[in-house]
């Protein structure tokens, strides 16, 4: 119960003094986040409020037509629907879904064992998907490194790359720079949240897909042969 009242307390204390991104760290208590919840997200198992002060360890579950959106110094998180991550402090750990970083701070993801990193700490964003037999990592905005602990590969900016689960059956090679969105519905707080990515996700059909890869204008569509048309 206390902590309870200590985590509510500090998400008022933090929309009444921070911007909601830039957080201060002299106090005895430092939470190292806020989260923006749109629709129905849960913190470690329980409800959350529009604005939650976040901490190392902390939970982030998303269902569906739900996003939370979680704001670090010098990052931005975006957790997509359906997706159960944990923030820790510097990185999150992707258990399920998607995410979408942009950070110019150095900000990473892990995932089934590996890790990515931006490769510099100028301006970044990628995306991470964790599904039941790869983790799909696309580099929007710079290059991004990918670590299983024993090798680095680097996925160039514009592409991505498919890297088979632990376990895992065969999983067909990804090129190109179509990435595995699901259709949000753009609800509430929702569009901000993206905005904040520079990634633009249109609704769409089975075979269409509109990513913006590092912000710009461009909207790429996918015919049913898996070719790419950007305008």
Known sequence: MK????????????????????????????????????GKVQVNGAGSRTITAL?????????DNSVANISATGSSILVKPNALVKFLGNAVEVDQGEVAIATSSGFSAQADGLTMTPATEKQSKFEVADNEDAVVVAARQGNVAVSDGQQTSTVPEGQQTTKKK??????????????????????????????????????????????????????CTQNQQGNNNCQ
């Open 3 to 38: 902590n309870c009242r200590q985590r509510q307390l500090l998400s008022i204390v933090l929309v009444l003094t921070c911007s909601g991104a830039t957080l201060g760290a002299d106090g005895p208590i430092s939470p190292r986040a806020v989260l923006h919840a749109s």
């Open 166 to 219: 632990k376990g895992a059956g065969t999983v067909p090679a990804a090129t190109g720079s179509s990435f595995p969105v699901k259709t949000v519905a753009i609800v509430g707080g929702t569009a901000a949240a993206l905005a904040v990515t520079g990634i633009v996700i249109a609704n769409s059909g089975g075979s269409k897909k509109c990513v913006s890869p590092s912000g710009d204008k461009k909207c």
């Open 55 to 63: 901490f190392p360890g902390d939970s982030i579950q998303t269902e």
